[in-house]
């Protein structure tokens, strides 16, 4: 099955349900699973916050959203159009006052870097990370319309690769736009781990030379091919673990003992795609089961949101959320451009 991002919004349920996810998870960040219902009650439960506040996850995947958007006015969506854009907007982020919501070192450092114009990128890039921050921002290239595979993927791994140049981080950004773009094209989510292991299979020793220039001399590997396998390995690791689980987790468990606590790329992907395949008709549930989880609960919320929304469209979320969400309108014109 098969279907129009534009006939459910897919776009605008992703971005929001990142949003909410994120908004609901931040408070809980760096909590265990007994402190988070002490203080929010049964996780069936968890009220969104007053003000519903976002992190930084929020903040930087609009972020790429603009640079996409940027990049894509331009003409084709290519390497390079989307890296200055991207760099700037990574830069704005960093500079702005309103960069005060626990963001990662890694994007810290990198970002720190870029700032310099004369310094390649690559030369910015943290080649030994991959922090979760690398795909908790990248839902945008799997929602933007008209992109081949080939655009998507190496976009997506550009995104990543301005701060996070581990090839895991790459392959896990990757993988997250992959399964954001087939939920929002109506795959069903019984077989969305089969798609994306195979997808990992096909392009295990695909380094995409125009988007990443020679990123993989910085680190320690004999050739490109076996930079990229490095990370689709342990890629195809923890998807390996996320197939089990989907069949023998209990939703009343703290998804973190599972699939991993979301700190590294490839476990924040495999979580929050766990939380919602528990709960794949239930929005909410499956938000509030990535939020009230032992790792980083906002990353692992908002990549679940994300996936639902991409899923069920717009109107997977009540009004009265939507509706108080930070950034709203800068999240609900992005999907509205790209869902029209």
């Not at 810290?108 to 795909?135: H, P, T, V, Y």
Request: proline share 5%.
């Amino acid at each position: 099955m098969t279907t129009n991002l534009g006939d459910k919004r897919a776009a605008t349920g992703s971005l929001i349900g990142l949003a909410l996810g994120d908004a609901l998870g931040f408070p809980a960040e760096f909590n265990d699973v007994p402190s988070i219902l002490a203080e929010s009650g049964p996780w069936r439960e968890m009220a969104l916050p007053r003000p519903a506040v976002v992190s930084d996850d929020t903040q930087m995947t609009l972020a790429v959203g603009h640079a996409v958007r940027t990049a894509m006015d331009r003409g084709v969506l290519a390497p390079e159009h989307l890296e200055r854009p991207l760099r700037a907007e990574f830069v704005a982020w960093y500079e702005s006052p309103d960069n005060n919501r626990a963001p990662g070192n890694t994007c810290l450092r990198a970002c720190a870097l870029l700032k310099d114009e004369g310094r390649a990128w690559q030369d910015a890039s943290q080649i030994d990370s991959k922090g979760c921050g690398a795909n908790m921002r990248v839902a945008a290239l799997g929602l933007a319309p008209g992109l081949s595979d080939e655009q998507r993927a190496g976009a997506a791994q550009l995104q990543a690769a301005l701060t996070h140049g581990h090839p895991t981080a790459l392959a896990a950004s990757d993988l997250t736009a992959r399964a954001v773009h087939l939920l929002a094209q109506g795959a069903e989510p019984d077989g969305l781990v089969g798609q994306l292991r195979s997808y990992a299979r096909e392009n295990r020793t695909r380094y995409h030379h125009s988007w990443l220039g020679d990123l993989w001399t910085r680190g320690q590997d004999a050739t490109p091919e076996e930079f990229t396998a490095r990370g689709w390995d342990e890629c195809l690791e923890i998807l390996d673990r996320l197939q089990e689980a989907v069949r023998t987790a209990s939703p009343e468990a703290d998804p973190c003992l599972a699939t991993g606590a979301g700190w590294i790329a490839e476990e924040a992907l495999a979580t929050g795609l766990l939380c919602f395949l528990l709960f794949p008709g239930e929005p909410l549930f499956a938000l509030r089961r990535a939020a009230c989880s032992s790792g980083d609960s906002d990353s692992i919320a908002c990549l679940t949101g994300a996936f639902a929304g991409a899923w069920l469209g717009a109107d997977a979320w009540p009004t009265e959320w939507a509706d108080r969400i930070e950034y709203g309108g800068d999240l609900l014109t992005l999907g509205a451009l790209w869902d029209a």
